[in-house]
């Protein structure tokens, strides 16, 4: 089995930033993608940004030039740089682990993102 476990979150100011990480540990088969998604109560979640093992990304529209999305494939980790944040932003983040076209896939338990003055 595979754990995430995301950290990073908190609360910030709209305009700030924050940098998220994501830590997976276990038996982790390559290749694979890692995903951040997000959701507020009373929505679906949300794909933020993904990023395959091979390097190739993927952002949601409300998000491009303000999100980066890196990883570390030897330490199995990977990040969200947010900047620019937005009230709107504000959701429970998660990371996400898949290969095999998503035949398999891991979830974290999720972190807190809270944009307000």
């Known amino acids: 089995q595979v754990q995430l476990a995301e950290s990073g979150g908190g609360l910030v100011q709209p305009g700030g930033s924050l940098r998220l990480s994501c830590a997976a540990s276990g038996s982790i088969l390559s290749p694979n993608t890692m995903e951040w998604f997000r959701q507020v109560s009373g929505k679906q979640r949300e794909l933020v940004a993904t990023m395959s093992s091979y390097g190739s990304t993927n952002y949601a529209d409300s998000v491009k030039g303000r999100f980066t999305i890196s990883r570390d494939n030897a330490k199995s980790t990977v990040y969200l740089q947010m900047n620019s944040l937005k009230p709107e932003d504000t959701a429970v983040y998660y990371c996400?682990?898949?290969?095999?076209?998503?035949?398999?896939?891991?979830w974290g338990k999720g972190t807190l993102v809270t944009v307000s003055s």
């Open positions: 996400s682990l898949n290969w095999r076209a998503r035949t398999v896939v891991y």
